[in-house]
Structure formats: structure tokens, C-alpha cells
């Protein structure tokens, strides 16, 4: 069976500051990774996913995450953040089909 | 083109009703997937879709809930009778199997989920 433990539910920072999100999993097979994030009043996006190859995937708006074998790992960064950054991120591990998601951190974003 | 859409966005019942949930998958994706989210708690994978046959249906709490895909379009998910640990944030998702660009095989493409209120 597979788990994923998203380590805070919440994390308040300052415009342009570096944000961390911290995304631990469990499993006994290959899984696929990935960062979903809900912006409010809307559905889950796909932030950026880990399926194979170099273990340092990057989105369109700026974020990073790097897939750790040795740590189970698979945390969200972003050297600068802006207001519009503001939502729910979730870690994901995705399994013949099936994604087992985190609880969600809520990153907010102050002027 | 169209991406998933959901019916109702928010759903408020009393316990003991029924209610019925709808998703229709972007075109042409075979794959069809619900989650929920019950409130403070994480997304859970409910059930999946291949075309019209149940693939995966162990993430389904109990027999109240009762999913359907008939035809391998829209598929809709009852909830009979309603309970109040029922409330919470239903989201479908759908995938496909082969290259349509700018989507991606396999990656799960999400609804804005469906509200539902049980009082």
C-alpha cells in the first residue's frame, strides 16, 4: 500500500520569500509522483509530476520538486513566491491508476 | 475543448435522502475516476472506470454508494441514504490512454468537484 504525509498543513509566508512544501511517501513499489494544487473556488491542477529520468522536475510558474529515492521524498520549492501563489498544494503518488494524495498544505502568501 | 465538468457544484440534502452526483470526462477519455474529501481530511480514491466497467472499486465506503458509466460517457454517483459523515468534496477525474496533445496519457485531468452538504 501506498501513503503520503504532506509535513505541515499550513505555511504562511512573505511575497518573495522561499517557500518549501515537504512531501514524504511510502511504498513498496515504483510509484509516480506529483504536486496537484486547488486555487480557491477552483478544481485540482497539476503543479508538476516525477514519472522517470532526472529526479528535478520544474512547473511553468516557477516551482520545483525533487524526487529522493533514499529519503522517500518529494518536496515542493519555489525560490520567490507572489500573492497569486496563495492555495492548497497536494502531494500525490499514483499506482496502476489509483493516486493516494496527502492531506494538503495550505500556502498563504502575505504582502 | 472542454475539460471535466461536475453536477451539481453544491448539493445541500437532509440525512436520509438520496442524492445523485454527475461527471462527464473530457471526450474520449476512457479512464474516469472518483475521489472525495471529507472535510480536514485527505483526497481518497473512491472508485475507477475503463469505459463502462468498474476497474478499481476498493476505495467505496459501503453499499450506499452506488457509482454507474453507462455507455462509457458521463457516470453518476448516488449516495443512498444519505448519512452526515457523507459530507464532503467530490471530485471526478479522467485520463487517457494514448498521446492527444497538449494532454498527456494517464495524467488524471480534474472536475471542480461537487459540495455536498448532508444536514
Known amino acids: 500500500a501506498q501513503s503520503v504525509t504532506q509535513l505541515d498543513s499550513q505555511v504562511p509566508v512573505f511575497e518573495e520569500a522561499p517557500v518549501e512544501l515537504r512531501c514524504n511517501y511510502s511504498s513498496s513499489v515504483s510509484v509516480y509522483l506529483f504536486w496537484y494544487v486547488q486555487y480557491p473556488n477552483q478544481g485540482l491542477q497539476l503543479l508538476l509530476k516525477?514519472?522517470?529520468?532526472?529526479?528535478l522536475v520544474e512547473s511553468i510558474n516557477g516551482f520545483e520538486a525533487e524526487f529522493n529515492k533514499s529519503q522517500t521524498s518529494f518536496h515542493l520549492r519555489k525560490p520567490s513566491v507572489h500573492i497569486s501563489d496563495t492555495a492548497e498544494y497536494f502531494c500525490?503518488?499514483?499506482?496502476?491508476?489509483?493516486?493516494?494524495f496527502g492531506q494538503g498544505t495550505i500556502l498563504t502568501v502575505h504582502p | 475543448e472542454a475539460g471535466v465538468t461536475q453536477f451539481p457544484s453544491h448539493s445541500v440534502i437532509e440525512k436520509g435522502q438520496t442524492v445523485t452526483l454527475r461527471c462527464d470526462p473530457i471526450?474520449?477519455?476512457?479512464?474516469l475516476y472518483w475521489y472525495r474529501r471529507v472535510m480536514g481530511k485527505e483526497i481518497k480514491f473512491l472508485l475507477h472506470?475503463?469505459?463502462?466497467?468498474?476497474?478499481?472499486e476498493s476505495g467505496m465506503p459501503n453499499n450506499r454508494f452506488l457509482a454507474e458509466r453507462t455507455g462509457g460517457t458521463y457516470s453518476t454517483l448516488k449516495v443512498q441514504p444519505a448519512e452526515l459523515e457523507d459530507s464532503g468534496v467530490y471530485f471526478c477525474a479522467s485520463s487517457q490512454v494514448v498521446w492527444q496533445p497538449p494532454r498527456a496519457p494517464y495524467e488524471q485531468y480534474f472536475g471542480p468537484g461537487t459540495r455536498l452538504t448532508v444536514t
Open positions: 471526450s474520449g477519455h476512457d479512464n
Open positions: 472506470f475503463v469505459k463502462e466497467s468498474k476497474q478499481d
Open positions: 516525477y514519472l522517470s529520468g532526472s529526479t
Open positions: 500525490a503518488v499514483r499506482h496502476y491508476g489509483k493516486l493516494t
